[in-house]
């Protein structure tokens, strides 16, 4: 194989680029071929170590997280994929909870990449962005090795680039719609797309669902010889209740009910997502109760990062990475349930190609106003054409404008602070951060450095 015009990345900014140059995440060409020639190429790493598959529409994230701290806690190494990322590039690929550092992301990087090259050669298209960040993590898990890797789809499922492995374990999180463009518009529509990722032999661990929903589920583990668990029939959620800094919540596993645990997050819809990640987790453990020490030290330890993340105090600002309607009447009712700001003052962000007013449709009922802005990226709305969206929603006077991030977040800090958002003095009021994972992140590094700069 002659390799010798790939050159090697020295930094990670090279080996971003490097990847940035390919297709976009956003750009799809349905089809395994290339995927499946760059892992052969890689000697099948996605086979070296069972998996835990996550698809759904919202929540993958928090729930992918969780069962890394779970299995960790049970002594087991783990990988885990991850997309979109937040801040940095490093944190798709993790290793025992932690991203690659730069280094390692850059020696996996130089590792796969002359085989890259061999496959654009190869192929009627070259390899996305997406599939070669891919490549990356199954080749960083063998190499690592790990006991089990927990990988989330990208998009969909059967024809998503991290659907070259066979799950043990598929967890398939609430579905509804998303990327409509390219999944259908339907929630069953969508769900046929996601069940490609349950194969023979797959223990399939799923969320309740509507029943369309369920019905696609059945009929493919049926046609493929998988098992089905479903959440309020097998397993589940049966209590939880607001505590100081999170929730305690009940769970009721496959094997054995656990009590009184502490979830250091908010949110019903969290806690739901913290019985799907233990009964995957018992699943995956071949169905046996866990030891409740290890349970209760896992789940104290939970994060989710730019998922109802507090940042920064006085005035309080949240980050949530909401992106879709349903995550955001998730987002809504956390809201209702754990803060009682007032104001609330929300800094909204958006993609181009997202349902933007069925978004604000589910927070205005709990955000007093909106600061309307964008994110760095090309795809954003922009900002004003957000707020006339907005405007017939919120009302012209509840909408301020600001392109700006930054400085779309200093005018609702001052709002909230000040009362001017409802017309009166109060001493509660906070900031919400959402709309993007994109804007999410995008501010979640700029509130970060800020604090780190009044620390130093």
Not at 280 to 294: L, P, Q, T, Y
Not at 315 to 331: F, Q
């Amino acid at each position: 194989m002659d390799t010798s015009h790939a050159r090697p990345a020295a930094t990670l900014a090279e080996a971003e680029d490097a990847l940035l140059s390919r297709w976009p995440e956003t750009r799809l060409e349905p089809s395994l071929d290339r995927i499946q020639a760059f892992v052969e190429l890689l000697g099948d790493p996605q086979f070296a170590a069972p998996l835990i598959h996550l698809t759904g529409t919202n929540g993958k994230t928090s729930t992918s997280r969780m069962i890394d701290t779970l299995l960790r806690g049970l002594g087991l190494r783990t990988g885990r994929f991850t997309s979109p990322h937040l801040e940095s590039i490093t944190e798709r690929i993790s290793l025992d909870g932690e991203p690659l550092s730069p280094e390692r992301f850059v020696e996996v990087f130089n590792d796969v990449a002359p085989y890259t090259h061999l496959v654009d050669e190869s192929e009627s298209h070259p390899l996305s962005f997406f599939e070669t960040v891919v490549g990356m993590a199954y080749a960083a898990f063998a190499d690592a090795p790990v006991d089990a890797a927990i990988v989330e789809v990208g998009m969909g499922g059967s024809w998503d680039a991290t659907n070259v492995a066979d799950a043990r374990v598929a967890v398939i999180t609430p579905i509804d719609v998303d990327h409509a463009r390219y999944l259908g518009e339907r929630p069953a529509d969508i769900a046929v797309e996601k069940a490609g990722v349950i194969k023979a032999g797959t223990v399939v661990v799923s969320a309740a669902q509507a029943p369309e929903v369920l019905d696609v589920l059945v009929d493919r583990v049926q046609e493929v010889g998988a098992t089905l668990l479903v959440a309020g029939r097998d397993f589940g959620l049966e209590k939880h209740a607001i505590a100081h800094g999170g929730q305690l919540i009940r769970v009721a596993g496959l094997r054995a009910t656990y009590d009184e645990l502490f979830l250091p997050l908010f949110g019903a819809h969290q806690a739901e997502n913290a019985a799907l990640a233990l009964a995957a987790v018992e699943a995956f453990a071949g169905g046996e109760a866990i030891a409740g020490d290890a349970i209760e030290q896992a789940f104290a330890e939970f994060t989710s990062p730019g998922r109802l993340e507090v940042v920064r105090r006085s005035p309080t600002i949240l980050l949530d990475a909401a992106h879709n309607p349903h995550g955001a009447r998730a987002l809504a009712t956390a809201l209702e349930d754990a803060f009682t700001f007032h104001p609330l003052v929300g800094v909204v962000g958006v993609m181009g190609d997202k349902d933007a007013s069925g978004v604000l449709e589910e927070l205005q009922p709990v955000v007093h106003h909106v600061v309307c802005t964008q994110n760095s990226t090309a795809r954003s709305m922009p900002a004003e054409e957000l707020a006339e969206t907005a405007r017939g929603i919120f009302g012209i006077d509840r909408v301020d404008v600001e392109p700006d991030l930054a400085s779309a977040i200093d005018r609702a800090a001052t709002l909230s602070e000040t009362g001017t958002a409802i017309g009166e003095s109060v001493g509660s009021g906070g900031v919400l951060v959402t709309g993007s994972v994109i804007t999410v992140g995008e501010a979640r590094a700029m509130l970060r450095r800020t604090e780190r700069g009044r620390d130093a």
